[in-house]
């Protein structure tokens, strides 16, 4: 009889802790909203890859290992944003392999970009790249755009709104990306991303530098939820 009773009024205790929690989580700052990008697929395209080293400076340096490093910042935000995130590759190699659809090793790489990306069912294909020139004075982001699709073009400015938050070079008006391969061929909403200039020495110790790669990850990241969220 005790054990009884015990247990009746353990029950509106338990009641009372759990209103009490709900209550106060409920109506409380923290809240239970959703992070951001729930439910969205993103796939993050570090450019290159493998024998495919892309640009590179006088010293070597190449670009397929910045866009790599950049691109696990990148699926780290906009995975903390909640996104599910798919990169089309982990590691330094090509991925013509994937594809038989071209006689061009180059093409079949990037023929395998966007069969991965319409295989992942994305909203987004965000393609990383680091530019070059031959005058070394050159330096800033270009944001390219899919030359049909508002979606892009709306999206490449975003990114390039908060990219120019990063620092005083990324000023430049997106462009429409008529000669790229992915931007041509995806269904997907598709942007390239030059983020600057791998010949300008003051960017390219920039680009190298951690801390500055998580800053332009969190600031493509805050330009996708801005996106899908119309803020
Ligand atoms: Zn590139």
């Known amino acids: 009889m005790v054990s ?12 009372i802790l759990l209103i009490t929690a709900a209550v106060g989580f409920g109506m409380g700052k923290v809240g239970w909203s959703l992070p951001p990008l729930v439910g969205r697929i993103i796939v993050v395209d570090p450019g290159h890859g493998g ?5 590179h400076d006088q010293q070597g340096l190449l670009e397929k290992n910045l866009n790599l490093e950049i691109a696990h910042w ?11 995130v798919v990169l ?21 790489d990037l023929n395998s970009r966007v069969l991965i990306t319409e295989k992942s069912r994305a909203d987004l294909l ?40 990063i620092g005083p070079h990324h ?25 600057g200039f791998i010949t300008n020495q003051e960017e390219k110790k920039l ?14 990241t805050a330009a996708v939820i801005r996106h899908f969220t119309h803020k």
């Open 171 to 195: 000023t430049r008006s997106p462009l429409a990306g008529r000669v790229y391969y992915i931007l041509r061929n995806s269904e997907a909403t598709a942007v390239l991303l030059e983020l």
């Open 88 to 108: 089309t590759r982990e590691g330094d190699h090509e991925l013509s392999y994937l594809s038989n659809k071209y006689k061009s090793r180059h093409r079949r």
């Open 126 to 165: 965000l393609s990383i790249h680091i530019n070059a020139a031959g005058n070394s004075a050159h330096r800033g982001s270009i944001i390219f755009f899919q030359p049909d699709s508002t979606e892009s073009k709306s999206l490449a400015l975003l990114i390039q709104e908060e990219l120019s938050k």
């Open 74 to 84: 990148l699926r780290r935000s906009l995975k903390e944003a909640g996104a599910f």
């Open 207 to 220: 680009l190298s530098d951690p801390q500055y790669q998580q800053a332009i990850a969190r600031a493509i």
């Open 4 to 15: 009884c009773a015990w247990r009746n009024s353990l029950v509106p205790l338990a009641l």
């Open 51 to 55: 024998i495919d080293g892309g640009t």
